[in-house]
């Protein structure tokens, strides 16, 4: 078992050394990249520079220099568009709006008529008021007159006036 094992590797050792040795042996000589460098001839003298005007062999060395930048940034990522910012003209006067009293929260019911005064049954939600004339309803609005054919009614915070319609002339 010994010798097997001796023969595996010498093999390998073997099989290794062809196949560092085959692409060095069948190599042919690249050109693309080639510097052209002076060789010198053989002078008396060691140690001096040759003449330029000598005649010299010319030997080629490949240039080792990167063709690229080597640490160039990439990615995968598409470039972001920069938006385009419009400018909208800036309305510096606010429009203020006038305060206004909101939506009457009464309805006619019905009105009874006295001989002396004139009473009107109002209805908010499920509240029902009698009301006459000069009468405040939960702090919030005044009746200021009552005609056979309208209620003039004050919303107090504002001092506004409305009315509301409460019968016909016949």
């Known amino acids: 078992m010994n010798t097997k094992r001796v023969a595996g590797w010498a093999a390998f050792f073997g099989v290794a050394a062809v196949l560092v040795w085959l692409p060095e042996h069948f190599q042919q000589p690249d050109d693309s990249a080639v ?3 002076a060789a010198p001839a053989n002078h008396k003298t060691g140690g001096t520079l040759p003449d330029a ?3 010299a062999t010319l030997a080629q060395v490949k240039d080792l ?3 690229g930048d080597l640490f160039a940034a990439s990615s995968w990522k598409a470039t972001p568009q920069l938006a385009s910012v419009t400018e909208q003209p800036v309305n ?3 429009v203020v709006q006038p305060p206004s009293a909101p939506p009457m929260p009464f ?3 019905g009105k009874l008529a006295d001989r ?3 009473q009107v049954f ?3 939600g499920e509240k029902i008021y009698v009301v006459r004339k000069g009468d405040v309803i939960d702090d919030t609005w005044r009746i200021e007159g009552i ?3 309208e209620l003039s009614l004050v919303y107090l915070p504002l001092h506004l006036s409305q009315t509301l319609s409460v019968g016909s002339t016949q």
Request: glycine content about 0%.
């Open 35 to 37: 510097a052209v460098m």
């Open 53 to 55: 005007s000598a005649s």
């Open 65 to 67: 220099a990167p063709a």
């Open 92 to 94: 510096l006067i606010p």
């Open 107 to 109: 309805q006619f019911v």
């Open 116 to 118: 002396s005064d004139l």
């Open 122 to 124: 109002l209805q908010s």
């Open 147 to 149: 005609s056979d054919v």
